[in-house]
């Protein structure tokens, strides 16, 4: 049933649904759409029909894409190049187009076409579960602008053509955007089934429509506690020029904490531990796919099987950006990472910093996540002679999660590996950060119930491995409760496409994006296999200075609208300040 959710009437639907909706769209093509499929009463006939259309919506859930926007901030950088990104140095400069806004318009406009569409059809669970759907993705694909935009344009109907006034919306207050996402997915929650009321597993026989991978309660209410954390978050720290007017923290972290506690409290969800001290790194590998085997997952991307059920490529994420290291650790995720005593660097004992003797210093006593996630020597590895090698001796840290073995990197692109597009973990994370930023505290109740667990599953519940976060703990030795909390999550959601966007809404990346990037300390008796010697800095390789970087608190925090959406706007597009 797998091959549902994308393949069914693909090639059929992808011309009708993925036109260029705002304003870069061809209004020719538009035209010729409206004429043909989009409004053909052939096809949207029934709720199959239905069920098709919303197939498509499916290519807009994140992917390993997603997993790479991690370059745009201070925990990861492209190792096979000189160059590093341009929004993580700050030296982009405004586009003409941007995939990010075009995509996500036309997603939007496949959504509400959906929407419009599904009144002809007779009504029914299938038809509600498709528009709830559907519902879901337009709030996704809003989420998307907002927090990189800011104010966007809302369209909640499809353009019906050149002289459609919406084509030429303005800017609407991200406040309104932001309460739109919330009423879709309030509708997607009340409307979705419960994760256990699909089936488990790609490979069970479910009803056409109701396969696994597809949008549940705890989905919708997930995705809700995470696009509440972030608006709370900017109204919190964000000021003008990025937010003007009146702002409202609490309004929206009390929907993130009652968003995430709803779901810890309907119980459909819980941590993969089966695999004991591997849990973590195997709830990134196959032992983690599917509902049926691992209850952390709460709405995934869908690759397929094989190549005989392909549902989609991911495109070699592990050969290029994992073994490659296209998307390689900083110094900056291993500095952040705890020692086994629950301390930070500059505050434990334990602390290696500058004391390292060897390659393997920087794993011993460490937070064991830290060492899930990298590689170190020794490690089994990847070869294009085959065989079965192991990582040697590099001065870079390459991360690993998503990495699935020889085999598949000898198959690459041809992985089928699906990606997490929302785990337990994340809502654990959104609960205790919400609660915190709400009081000002967090009991030990909530900390027991929230960020232990991951601790807990982190250590396999060895506490000598890892300590437990308490109060008193945070007090005894002098620690930031808030500090500790941004830890947990920077830490457990390292490259999943997390840390951009927390530093961005924590008002933290005009200090974190202007350091140096460097790597681990460059041992001058270590054979690197001849590889010529790196540009240093206090004994630990320097990819870029900090006289490279640059972030500009006044423009920064927002992306600059693509200058074509704005001529193609008749100028009722404004540009962000500053750009």
């Given at each position: ?30 035209d ?75 997603y ?50 499809t ?6 006034e ?32 699909l ?89 983690g796919?599917?509902?049926?085997n ?6 995934v ?19 290029s ?23 930070p ?65 000898l ?83 390292a ?8 530093i ?34 206090g004994?630990y ?9 640059k972030?500009?608190?006044?423009k920064?925090?927002?992306w ?20």
């Amino acid at each position: 049933m797998k091959s549902l959710l994308y393949k069914r009437y693909i090639n059929a639907f992808c011309a009708a649904l993925s036109i260029g909706i705002l304003l870069g769209s061809c209004v020719k093509r538009l035209d010729q759409n409206t004429q043909t499929l989009i409004t053909d009463p052939i096809f949207w006939k029934d709720s199959t029909d239905l069920v098709s259309a919303t197939n498509y919506l499916y290519v807009s859930l994140p992917d390993f894409g997603a997993a790479t926007e991690e370059l745009y901030s201070d925990f990861a950088l492209d190792i096979r190049t000189t160059t590093v990104n341009t929004i993580s140095d700050g030296s982009r400069v405004i586009p003409s187009s941007d995939g990010r806004w075009n995509n996500a318009y036309i997603y939007i406009r496949a959504a509400n076409n959906i929407l419009e569409k599904s009144g002809a059809i007779a009504d029914g669970p299938t038809k509600t579960f498709c528009v709830a759907q559907a519902r879901f993705f337009r709030a996704l694909s809003y989420f998307n602008l907002v927090k990189a935009y800011g104010d966007v344009p809302y369209i909640g109907r499809t353009i019906t053509g050149r002289e459609d006034e919406a084509l030429y919306t303005p800017r609407t207050d991200r406040r309104a955007v932001v309460d739109s996402i919330y009423a879709d997915l309030d509708f997607a929650a009340a409307n979705c089934p419960q994760a256990d009321q699909l089936p488990g597993t790609p490979a069970t026989t479910g009803s056409v429509g109701r396969e696994y991978g597809r949008i549940t309660r705890s989905a919708a209410l997930a995705f809700k506690s995470r696009v509440a954390l972030y608006e709370g978050s900017w109204h919190k720290f964000h000021g003008e020029p990025e937010l003007k007017g009146a702002k409202d923290p609490n309004k929206h972290f009390t929907i993130a904490k009652q968003a995430a506690q709803t779901v810890m409290t309907e119980a459909k969800h819980s941590l993969y531990t089966k695999d004991g001290a591997l849990s973590f790194q195997n709830l990134f590998r196959y032992p983690g796919e599917t509902y049926a085997n691992n209850k952390e997952n709460i709405l995934v991307r869908l690759y397929g099987k094989d190549i005989t059920n392909n549902v989609s490529s991911n495109g070699g994420y592990m050969r290029s950006f994992l073994t490659d290291g296209g998307n390689a650790a900083t110094r900056a995720f291993v500095t952040l990472a705890l020692y086994s005593d629950g301390l930070p660097s500059g505050k434990s004992p334990l602390d290696s910093t500058g004391k390292e003797t060897g390659l393997l210093t920087d794993y011993q006593n460490r937070d064991p996540r830290l060492v899930l996630t990298l590689f170190k020597t020794g490690d089994p590895y990847a070869s294009i002679s085959g065989g079965n090698p192991v990582y040697g001796n590099t001065y870079y840290y390459h991360q690993q999660k998503y990495w699935t073995g020889q085999a598949d990197f000898l198959a690459s692109p041809n992985l089928f590996l699906d990606f997490i597009a929302i785990r337990y973990a994340e809502v654990l994370l959104n609960y205790a950060e919400a609660t915190f930023e709400l009081n000002g505290s967090i009991s030990d109740a909530d900390l027991d119930m929230s960020v232990n667990l991951l601790r807990k599953r982190a250590s396999n519940n060895d506490n000598s491995k890892l300590a437990l976060l308490t109060n008193a703990f945070v007090t005894a030795n002098g620690l930031n409760m808030r500090e500790e909390i941004r830890r947990e999550r920077s830490v457990e959601l390292a490259y999943e496409g997390f840390r951009y966007w927390d530093i961005i809404r924590w008002k933290t990346a005009e200090t974190e994006l202007i350091k140096p990037l460097i790597e681990r300390k460059y041992f001058e008796n270590v054979n690197y296999g001849g590889a010529t010697k790196p540009a240093l800095l206090g004994g630990y390789v320097l990819f870029q200075p900090a006289d490279k970087r640059k972030f500009n608190a006044q423009k920064d925090y927002l992306w600059p609208i693509p200058s074509a959406q704005i001529g193609l706007s008749n100028n009722t597009l404004t540009q962000n300040p500053n750009w």
